[in-house]
């Protein structure tokens, strides 16, 4: 019974195989697997996307999706957006608009804010709101929250104008 | 939290599924997106041997026209029910309900196969796919048949889908080209599951009666339903306040509504009946008449 199985998938452009229980969760196989602690478990139930991550590019609740399921995706996580020296733009507005407090649920924040961003790259303080519903924050209120996504819209797309699209997405190598 | 152990096998054609659902005996799960199921599984509310993974078979994918009824496959996922521009131009009603459930991690993973074969009384979209007079196409051994989604549900997360067949697309009748239709919802404000939601689906003759209705409701009762004795009021009549009260007046008629702790019986047939009404008066009522 409950064999394991064989899971290969890209996370943060790094490929990765493991021998994986079928019950395993795919947030548990980032943090205990891979040692990928930047993304979170808060409730566990479905609710606060603090274990939000990019499944082939599209935010997910890492906790309600099991690791045999990503078989063959993409993943990227909160360790993929960027680092101290190339902060990716969305990291780069929750410092300048001081987008956290206890900072808990800002990896998941950041990249389901990312999902908006690729689809909708000028949201309105609208859109952003209603995209923030699959995620809590206990400290902020959202507004600096919100005040950070459209810093970071617009930044992406002063990079685009600037032609410097490269570093509209800066992916780190998942530390 | 972390479910029972159990075996994982992925289905690579519908054939494939069915025979591994024939094989485990009633003791297997198919699992899509998953955001009804794992949920169950971490609480351990069930605990199937074998989850059957069928996300990756691509014939249950895709949304196509087939006469009057829009064809969706059972894995489309209701962020691509909102985003389909064929969804969006022939039943805009479909697209606009997909954008409230959940939200939107949940809505990248959730399918609409799945969530009507789960069942939930307060999910979203039965009401919605009751006022498209959706049908379901099911296979099982003995090849594909078509079920009425009204009659689907029997009751809390049970419904008459066969045992080891599983639905494979769902249709939705397009609605008169003149038909003005909304979904309308009163989320429950810690979960966003709905309290009530209805659906009102209405056309017109030039002339202004009404000669298409339909109005489906979920969240208020053990299953979602179709609210004929509404739909009866309205047809063959000119829209008006009075009449629309008195129709909505009749939204819980056919309802199997309880109570609980959030809401009691009469406060839910309350809503069925307001909500009713607001969604008949923003489709029909002119803008300053209503």
Known sequence: MNKSCKVTLTVNEVERTAEVEPRMLLVHFLRETLNLTGTHIGCDTSQCGACTVLVNGEAVKSCTMLAVQADGASITTVEGLGDVEHLHPIQQGFWEKHGLQCGFCTPGVMMAMVSLLQEHPAPTEEEVREALEGVICRCTGYQFIVDAVLHAAAEMAKLQESGNVSDTMPVGEGR | ?290
Request: with cysteine; proline share 5%; net charge negative.
């Open chain 2, 1 to 290: 939290m972390i479910p029972t152990t159990f075996d994982y096998v992925r289905a690579d054609t519908v054939e494939d599924a069915i025979r591994l659902l024939q094989q485990s005996n009633g003791e297997a799960k198919l699992l899509a997106g998953g955001h009804s199921l794992i949920p169950l599984l971490k609480f351990r509310l069930t605990a199937p041997g074998t989850l059957i993974d069928i996300s990756k078979i691509g014939e249950l994918q895709g949304i196509r026209r087939e006469g009057n009824r829009l064809v969706v496959g059972a894995l489309t996922t209701h962020h691509q029910l909102h985003t389909s521009p064929l969804i969006r131009e022939t039943m805009p009603v479909l697209a606009d309900a997909a954008r409230v459930i959940g939200d939107l991690q949940v809505r990248h993973r959730g399918t609409v196969g799945g969530n009507l074969a789960h069942a939930d009384p307060a999910a979203d979209l039965p009401g919605v796919a009751l006022a498209l007079d959706a049908m379901l196409e099911v296979q099982s051994e003995d090849g594909k048949e078509l079920l009425e989604l009204d009659g689907f549900f029997l009751g809390p997360l049970v419904t008459a889908l066969p045992e080891t067949s599983l639905v494979t697309s769902v249709s939705f009748l397009i609605p008169p080209s003149d038909a003005k239709s909304v979904y309308l919802k009163y989320a429950h404000p810690a979960s966003g599951y709905a309290v009530v939601g209805v659906c009102a689906v209405v056309g017109t003759d030039p002339d202004g009666t009404i000669n298409h209705a339909r109005v489906g409701i979920n969240g208020v009762g053990d299953v979602a339903y179709r609210a004929i004795s509404v739909e009866e009021r309205l047809l063959g009549q000119r829209p008006s306040r009075e009449l629309i009260q008195q129709a909505a007046a009749h939204a819980a008629d056919e309802g199997d509504i309880g109570g609980d702790l959030f809401a009691s019986e009469e406060y839910r047939r309350h809503l069925c009946r307001v909500y009713t009404e607001r969604a008949l008066e923003q489709i029909l009522l002119p803008e300053g008449t209503a």
